[in-house]
């Protein structure tokens, strides 16, 4: 295995991965380098969890955090003239694809010695490191809005971590959580870069789901866009090592309420453009300023795919949807669904083409609020 270093983005600038770091000097994210890939021969096929594909790790880690988080439902479906595959990532421990990142990032972190970690989350991602943490016998602290769904706040503090309500918007929480990291480590899902390590096993789990080909799409709801980013490295990496031929193209699914990837994508540039916000039921996605906005446009685009912005409507229509053939999903989820339709209207999805729709958490998160809306 190579060695792999932390590396700054924008002026390509190293750092060793032995020191506990969640940003660049200059307080700007960091990425990993990028890994060689690993073929069929190197899964751990006894292993039923996202830790067969540890090979593709940067770093071996000799003592993995694990609550048997991957190996999700990958379920076919009519879908009007299209028969997707919904990747079914509610099954992991916690309840969401965080799962995925969480495992890997708390891994590596107690590997060098963090004992202690910070989080700033609207809900998935604080249940989920919250979830891992007490499996791995550290302790957990989540900064959350105080709009975010009781049930998630609930599940966090069932776990045994500290929970403390932020008033105000999303990004509150987040410049909260870097004004107390002096004092306890930042382990944030959005900073630190060995969480999208982790939800790149979702691009290598839908090739080994699909007998070991990538699918002509994947279609994926985009906050902060760790499951859209993990997606890209994991083809990216399998594309490398000759295991597929062309990468699948990635489409951003966010609810127009609050859609600056589409905004970015749809102006051409890979900078901030400006959108008007507003409250949407799709609250997992619902960032303002996405920490990684360039990286995710380059991965849109070096896949040939793109963005689709959803009313509340048409979220809402394809939540009561999926729960009438069977499928919980929470409205951040229903977002990828909803993208279904419009991508197939505009021809940039095709009923003979292979598409993977992420459905990210289930519906008991927001139960409440699922219970209203598909009545």
Not at 208 to 221: M, T
């Amino acid at each position: 295995m190579s060695a792999a270093s932390y590396i700054d983005p924008h002026n390509g600038k190293l750092y060793p991965l032995h020191e506990p770091r969640w940003c660049s000097d200059e307080r700007t994210p960091l990425l990993v380098t990028p890994g060689t890939g690993i073929s069929r021969a190197d899964i751990d096929s006894r292993t039923r969890s996202l830790w067969r594909y540890r090979a593709a790790l940067p770093v071996e880690i000799r003592d993995p955090i694990s609550l048997g988080a991957g190996c999700t439902p990958l379920v076919q479906q009519g879908w009007g003239d299209l028969r997707p595959f919904f990747k079914l990532e509610w099954f992991n421990p916690t309840g969401s694809f965080k799962d995925r990142g969480s495992a890997v990032m708390l891994s590596f972190l107690r590997q060098i010695g963090v004992d202690a970690i910070l989080e700033d989350s609207s809900g998935n991602g604080g249940s989920s490191m919250a979830g891992l943490g007490a499996a791995g016998g550290m302790r957990v602290k989540i900064l959350a809005p105080a709009s975010t769904s009781p049930a998630k706040i609930a599940q966090v503090r069932a776990y045994g971590a500290e929970v403390q309500l932020v008033e105000g918007p999303r990004e509150e929480s987040e410049a909260e959580a870097i004004r107390q990291s002096s004092q306890t480590f930042y382990a944030s899902h959005n900073w630190q870069p060995f969480f999208l390590e982790g939800t790149k096993s979702l691009a290598y789990e839908i090739w080994e789901d699909l007998g070991f080909r990538a699918p002509d799409n994947v279609i994926v709801p985009v906050g902060a866009g760790s499951s859209l980013l993990g997606c890209a490295f994991g083809f990216r990496e399998l594309l490398k090592a000759g295991q597929i031929a062309k990468l699948p193209r990635l489409f951003a699914a966010q609810p127009l309420n609050c859609s600056p990837i589409d905004a970015s994508f749809k102006a051409g540039v890979d900078t901030p453009v400006a959108r008007e916000v507003n409250k949407t039921i799709a609250e997992g996605t619902a960032i303002k300023n996405p920490l990684r906005l360039r990286e995710i446009i380059g991965a849109l685009r070096e896949s040939g795919g793109g963005t689709v912005a959803l009313t509340e409507d048409e979220i809402v229509a394809a939540l009561r949807r999926l729960a009438r053939q069977g499928l919980f999903a929470e409205p951040t989820s229903a977002s990828a669904a909803a993208a279904l339709e419009k991508l197939s209207a505009t021809g940039a999805i095709k009923a003979n083409e292979t598409t993977v729709a992420v459905l990210t958490g289930t519906g008991l998160k927001a139960a409440t609020t699922v219970a209203d809306l598909v009545q």
